[in-house]
DNA sequence: TTAATATGCAACTATATGGTTGCAAATATA
DNA sequence: TATATTTGCAACCATATAGTTGCATATTAA
């Protein structure tokens, strides 16, 4: 099985579900699937594969009322990706590698 | 053409990827393809082949020294990861949306 | 009851992705 | 010069991905 990490970076290596996640957040309320796909020129099914997908990152869950399903954002997830990344942090702004050291390393 | 945010998060969404790119950080000198590949099951043009999308997204460098191509992390544009990341970090503990909200929303 | 709305499922398409192998070219070594 | 090493390119394959459309079903509203 795909990493929880690996799939939440999947998931939000998409553009269009970063837009969707980002739609979410903002809103900070749970939205029918409809009206999500509303604020897209995509069809809805394109959306709601994209939930789906968000939904197995666990960055999205939803939860259904009558014949709507409510979609809210859940952000949690990225916090691995956060932990993942600080790791690199010190490296930012270090050059990892000085040319010369390989450059020169046939002459010696 | 893809966003550079979005090359730089399909690149690290590959567990392959992320295992040569940390390699490389770890290694902190740059290393020519086929001692990478050593490190790994994987077939050397399959390695080649991360290496590419990984150069693409700027995450590692590649210069060429007689018959051997010298590669190094350059961990800088997970810089741009980790400010995309930053606007949902006040998210992350608390809950996006109480259910009691929604569920509760019909019947006034 | 009838009509409208929200949704899921399935089928389908096109393209991207992750991986392989074989071969040719350039460089280094004996 | 002859041989070994490092690499890139191209072809190929299987599967995943991003998207579409059509249709059936469940729920709500008239």
Redesign the pocket.
Known sequence: M?SSITKVL?AV?????REIFHALVVAATA???????GQF?????????????LEEAGLVQ?H????????FADPLPLKEVNHWLKFYERFWDTKLQDLSSYLDS?SD
Chains 1, 2 share one sequence.
């Open positions: 795909q999947k290596a998409d553009p269009t579900r939205m029918p699937i409809t009206q999500i796909s020129q995509m069809s809805r099914q394109g959306i709601t594969k994209h939930l789906r997908t939803i259904t009322k009558g014949r709507e399903r409510f979609c046939k």
